[in-house]
Each structure stands twice: as C-alpha cells, then as structure tokens.
Nanobody, 114 residues
Framework: QVQPVESGGGSVQAGGSLRLSCRVS????????MGWYRQAPGKQRERVAS???????NYADSVKGRFTISRDNAKNTMYLQMNSLKPEDTGVYYC????????WGQGTQVTVSS
C-alpha cells in the first residue's frame, strides 16, 4: 500500500515560514494530481492546495497568497512553502492525491503561536 511521508513541520510564531515536504514512493506520482490537506484541532480535514501533473495550482481562499505548492517529479516529492503563517494555520498537514485514494500518512504537525 502506498503511503506518503510528510516532513518539515514545526512550531513558529505568527508571521513565520515553514516548508513542508511529501514523498510518495509510487511510480505513477508524476502523472497524479496531488494535494496538501490540513486537519485543525476539532475540525475535519480540508484540502488547502493542489497541483496537477503539469504544475497547475489551486488554493483554498484561507491560504491564497501565502502558501505555494510545488512538485519535483524526478524526486517523487511535493512541497508546500508556507509564509506569513497565522495561528489558524495550526494543524496536522497531510498529502494525498485528489481522490483521495492513498493511505494517509502520519502527517506533520504545524503549530503557529500568536
């Protein structure tokens, strides 16, 4: 079963930045549209950004202008650059395709303090 591996989370103050990484060991990664998902405490998991195999991106309104999603197909890796972080960005961040169809990984915790 394919399971993404997320990394790069941490604790930062509001206004800070983090860069998340997601590696997927799947031979078809380069043709899959992928997304970053966030689960805030007490809330349902939501998708915050997505990217097609060709690099077309889409963002939730809450992160637009602050987050940038990208991918390196040669490395089967996807990234999420998060700038101007806010306390409401706190949560566990996961990556998956847009089904989502992969097993969920353990995610990476992001904590933003005010």
């Amino acid at each position: 079963q394919v399971q993404p591996v997320e990394s790069g989370g941490g604790s930062v103050q509001a206004g800070g930045s983090l860069r998340l990484s997601c590696r997927v060991s799947r031979i078809t990664f380069n043709i899959a549209s992928m997304g970053w998902y966030r689960q805030a405490p007490g809330k349902q998991r939501e998708r915050v950004a997505s990217i097609t195999s060709g690099g077309r991106t889409n963002y939730a309104d809450s992160v637009k202008g602050r987050f940038t999603i990208s991918r390196d197909n040669a490395k089967n890796t996807m990234y999420l650059q998060m700038n101007s972080l806010k306390p409401e960005d706190t949560g566990v961040y996961y990556c998956n395709d847009l089904g989502p169809t992969l097993n969920w990984g353990q995610g990476t915790q992001v904590t933003v303090s005010s």
